[in-house]
Each structure stands twice: as C-alpha cells, then as structure tokens.
C-alpha cells in the first residue's frame, strides 16, 4: 500500500495534488510524484481619502504596478503609505496602499491704492482673517474688492481696498450769517 505524504505547503499556493495520481499499492517499477499547485490571488488597493481608486486581485508574487499620482485640489501628493517601492511583488494577504498628501499654502495680498497693504500665507481649506481696515485721509473704507471668503481657495487671492469719500460742509459765513 502507498500512503502519500502529509499535503505540503508552499506559501501563496494551493496544493491540488500529485502528478501522476498516486496508485493505492506499489507497482513493480519506480515511481515519482510532483506536487501540483494553484496560485492564490491576493487584492491590490491603492486607497485614495478612504476611496479605492485602485483594486484588482493578483497572483501571488506578480509584480505590482502603481497608477498614476492621484490629484487633489489644495494639496500636493506626497506618496503612498506604507511607501512603494519598484519591484514589490503581491504577498500573501494582498496590500493595500494609502494616498499621503502635504497641505498646499497660497498667498493673500491685500492692497490699497494698488500699494501692498498686507500680504499672508495661508494654507489650503483654512479660515481667512482679512486685515485691520486701513486708513486713509478723507475716506471712509467700505470693504475688500472681491468679498473676502471664509477659507482659503486652492489659488492665490488679490483684494483691493474699497472707499467712499467723505463728504464735508463747507459754509462761508459772512457778519454772522
């Protein structure tokens, strides 16, 4: 009688048998047996802000491919988490691959009379504080030109000081009158 052996193990595969088929009792000549296997495929993902932009189930040991650098308004791409490196082949458990970003800062200039009045950088998505009103000589300052707005837009903002003249009496008073 012929017992085969325990099933191996290979990580990453399946074993599925022997080749040939192992006979129940010995026959009158040598005999060989390889062990045959399934590759198990494992998921790919590149994850974007909780988002797979990136999944596919891959063979075990395939090399990796990454896509293109994703695009993100106000922020530069700063790689992925854990790093990826050329040349990483699929393990066993798969990977998952997480999209890392860097802030992006743009300036605000505020100005008066075309004279830069106050410059800021400010990062992407913060809360924008426009400067103390300036002050000017026979005018009354009515605002910013545009409208200030609340965070900081993935662009950097110009605003221009906006006047009203005052107005003042003038009375020419002659005996009294």
Same mark, same amino acid.
């Given at each position: 009688?012929?017992t085969a052996?325990?099933t191996?193990?290979?990580?990453?595969?399946?074993?599925?048998?022997?080749?040939p088929?192992?006979?129940?009792?010995?026959p009158?000549?040598?005999?060989?047996?390889e062990?045959?296997w399934?590759v198990?495929? @494992?998921?790919?993902?590149?994850?974007?802000?909780?988002?797979?932009?990136?999944?596919?189930?891959?063979?075990?040991?395939t090399v990796?491919?990454?896509?293109?650098?994703?695009?993100?308004?106000?922020?530069?791409?700063?790689?992925w988490?854990?790093?990826?490196?050329e040349g990483?082949?699929?393990?066993v458990g798969?990977?998952? @691959?997480?999209?890392?970003?860097?802030?992006?800062?743009?300036?605000?200039?505020?100005?008066?009379?075309?004279?830069?009045?106050?410059?800021?950088? !400010?990062? @992407?998505g913060?809360a924008?504080?426009?400067p103390?009103?300036?002050?000017?000589?026979? @005018?009354?300052?009515?605002?910013?030109?545009?409208e !200030?707005?609340?965070?900081?837009p993935?662009e950097?903002?110009?605003?221009?000081?906006?006047?009203?003249?005052?107005?003042?009496?003038v009375?020419? !008073?002659?005996?009294?009158?």
């Amino acid at each position: 009688v012929i017992t085969a052996p325990e099933t191996p193990e290979r990580e990453g595969y399946e074993f599925t048998g022997w080749t040939p088929e192992v006979p129940e009792v010995m026959p009158a000549e040598d005999q060989t047996f390889e062990a045959t296997w399934n590759v198990l495929q @494992y998921t790919v993902k590149f994850v974007v802000d909780g988002v797979a932009v990136y999944e596919e189930s891959l063979d075990y040991g395939t090399v990796v491919t990454k896509p293109a650098d994703p695009v993100k308004e106000g922020y530069t791409f700063a790689g992925w988490d854990p790093e990826f490196v050329e040349g990483t082949t699929v393990p066993v458990g798969g990977l998952t @691959y997480n999209a890392t970003w860097n802030v992006n800062y743009y300036t605000l200039t505020f100005k008066w009379n075309d004279v830069v009045y106050s410059t800021a950088s !400010v990062a @992407y998505g913060s809360a924008i504080t426009a400067p103390e009103a300036p002050e000017r000589e026979g @005018y009354e300052f009515t605002g910013w030109t545009p409208e !200030v707005p609340e965070v900081m837009p993935a662009e950097d903002q110009t605003f221009e000081a906006t006047w009203n003249v005052l107005k003042y009496t003038v009375k020419f !008073v002659v005996d009294g009158v």
